[in-house]
Nanobody, 118 residues
Framework: QVQLVESGGGLVQAGGSLRLSCAASGGTFSSYAMGWFRQAPGKEREFVARISGGGLSTYYADSVKGRFTFSRDNAKNTVYLQMNSLKPEDTAVYYC???????????WGQGTQVIVSS
């Protein structure tokens, strides 16, 4: 069983930055690919980014490419999402998740709210 706890959300003005963290416990952290997803009010949850277990490979949704950076520190069992040049449309609850070998989300955190004001 893997437990994930996100933190770092908050209220920021458009153009600002936030860094989200997701701390994991249980399992072998470095063996898990990880993902960030988000859900805006009234919308379905959507993929944001993923990172390989070793941290060498990342992939981003087009909507965040060039603005968000996904990284991990396996010694701390933590992943990070650095979000720059934030836009109001980035407003959502952000969730981290472990990914299966097929890239599907498996274990989820509880989410952290990000609000970007215009």
């Amino acid at each position: 069983q893997v437990q994930l706890v996100e933190s770092g959300g908050g209220l920021v003005q458009a153009g600002g930055s936030l860094r989200l963290s997701c701390a994991a416990s249980g399992g072998t952290f470095s063996s898990y690919a990880m993902g960030w997803f988000r859900q805006a009010p009234g919308k379905e949850r959507e993929f944001v980014a993923r990172i390989s277990g070793g941290g060498l490979s990342t992939y981003y949704a087009d909507s965040v490419k060039g603005r968000f950076t996904f990284s991990r520190d396996n010694a701390k069992n933590t992943v990070y999402l650095q979000m720059n040049s934030l836009k109001p449309e980035d407003t959502a609850v952000y969730y981290c998740a472990t990914l299966t070998a097929w890239g599907s989300p498996d274990y989820w955190g509880q989410g952290t709210q990000v609000i970007v004001s215009s």
